[in-house]
């Protein structure tokens, strides 16, 4: 009984942090991609964006409860885990993209690495399409 209650305290001690990171990351960064993005947003002055932060991260609260409350556990990973695929599959040629136009000519990544990129994006996108298509 003593060892049981031990070891889901430790379980709390340890993953409660990482959650905590977990649910202040989303937030900020949408935070500070409307703060760069947006003329109208930084007009709104420093000490304002707190109604943003705090606006997104209620946001994501009550989609989190929404889907809690709606999906079964084993739907919520699968739905994750393409998301989480198709962000990787669209950052690989999003960072291809900004590496060859960005980037001067000499350092640019060569065609072999180029090539690697795409299929990278394309295992990426086709792994979430196979899961997305058993879903259905």
């Not at 999906?71 to 919520?76: E, H, K, P, S, Y």
């Amino acid at each position: 009984y003593g060892l049981g209650t031990l070891t889901l305290i430790v379980g709390f001690l340890i993953l409660y942090p990482g959650q905590v990171m977990s649910g202040d990351t989303i937030p900020r960064r949408w935070c500070d991609i409307l703060w760069t993005a947006s003329a109208r947003v930084r007009r709104l002055g420093g000490g304002q964006v707190k109604y943003i932060y705090y606006g997104l991260m209620a946001v994501m609260g009550v989609f989190g409860l929404v889907v809690l409350m709606t999906l079964d556990t084993l739907a919520i990973l699968k739905i994750g885990g393409v998301l989480m695929n198709v962000g990787l599959g669209a950052s690989s040629l999003h960072a291809l993209f900004v590496n060859c136009t960005l980037l001067p000519p000499e350092v640019r990544p060569n065609w072999f690495m180029r090539l690697g990129v795409i299929f990278c994006s394309v295992f990426f996108f086709g792994i979430s399409g196979i899961v997305f298509y058993s879903l259905l």
